[in-house]
Nanobody, 119 residues
């Protein structure tokens, strides 16, 4: 059974930092692309960052230069380091697993972790 468990969200002031973690289980972690998505109130869910099995990283324009996605295969964990946070980053952040190798489709989501950026 595939499981993705996020943690690390919370309340932070503008300009602050948070590090999100996603611990995966129930599949061979190292052969699937992984990503982070977010959904703000009243808005559609959007992709924030993704990392391929080969280590290629992609980011939404809104977070380039501020967020970094990484993974630790041994720990079966995906991370999202978020720096220089802005109020517009406030959202529920979800960890996601690609459906298959070379696929952009998602077949599993975590429960989400709330990130609130406010002064």
């Amino acid at each position: 059974q595939v499981q993705l468990v996020e943690s690390g969200g919370g309340l932070v002031q503008p300009g602050g930092s948070l590090r999100l973690s996603c611990v995966a289980s129930g599949f061979i972690f190292g052969i699937y692309d992984m990503g982070w998505h977010r959904q703000a109130p009243g808005k559609q869910r959007e992709i924030v960052a993704a990392i391929t099995t080969g280590g290629t990283r992609n980011y939404a324009d809104s977070v380039k230069g501020r967020f970094t996605i990484s993974r630790d295969v041994a720990k079966k964990t995906v991370y999202l380091q978020m720096n220089s946070l802005k109020p517009e980053d406030t959202a529920v952040y979800y960890c996601a697993k690609a459906k298959a190798r070379s696929s952009e489709a998602i077949d599993a989501w975590g429960q989400g972790t709330q990130v609130t950026v406010s002064s």
